[in-house]
Nanobody
Framework: QVQLVESGGGLVQPGGSLRLSCAAS????????MGWYRQAPGKQRELVAA???????RYADSVKGRFTISRDNAKNTVYLQMNSLQPEDAAVYYC??????????WGQGTQVTVSS
C-alpha cells in the first residue's frame, strides 16, 4: 500500500504561481510513477503531469512550458511547480502513484483557485 499526502493548493491571481507537493509513504519501493491529475467542476479528470522512476516526464499539452514536475527521492516527494496560472487551471488537483503491479493510489485532492 502507498499513502499520499498533498499540500500547496490555494488561491492565486491569474499569472501567479503555486507549488504542489505530494509526499508518499508505505510501499514506496514499488512505485513506478507519480504525478498529478486535475478535475474541474463538470469536467473529466485529466492527467496534468507525471514522472517515472527513471525521470521520464509527461505533460498535458495545456500545461507544457508552464508546469514542471520534479521529485526528491530523499523525501519521497513529488512537486508540481505551476507558473503563469490561468483561470482554466482552476481545479482540484489529485496526486497519484502507480506501482509496478499497475495499482493506482490517490491523494485526497487539493484545491487550486485562480481568480482576481
Amino acid at each position: 500500500q502507498v499513502q499520499l499526502v498533498e499540500s500547496g493548493g490555494g488561491l492565486v491571481q491569474p499569472g501567479g504561481s503555486l507549488r504542489l507537493s505530494c509526499a508518499a509513504s508505505g510501499s514506496i519501493f514499488s512505485i513506478y510513477a507519480m504525478g498529478w491529475y486535475r478535475q474541474a467542476p463538470g469536467k473529466q479528470r485529466e492527467l496534468v503531469a507525471a514522472i517515472t522512476s527513471t525521470d521520464s516526464t509527461r505533460y498535458a499539452d495545456s500545461v507544457k512550458g508552464r508546469f514542471t514536475i520534479s521529485r526528491d527521492n530523499a523525501k519521497n516527494t513529488v512537486y508540481l511547480q505551476m507558473n503563469s496560472l490561468q483561470p482554466e487551471d482552476a481545479a482540484v488537483y489529485y496526486c497519484f502513484a502507480e506501482d509496478d503491479a499497475m495499482r493506482a493510489y490517490w491523494g485526497q485532492g487539493t484545491q487550486v483557485t485562480v481568480s482576481s
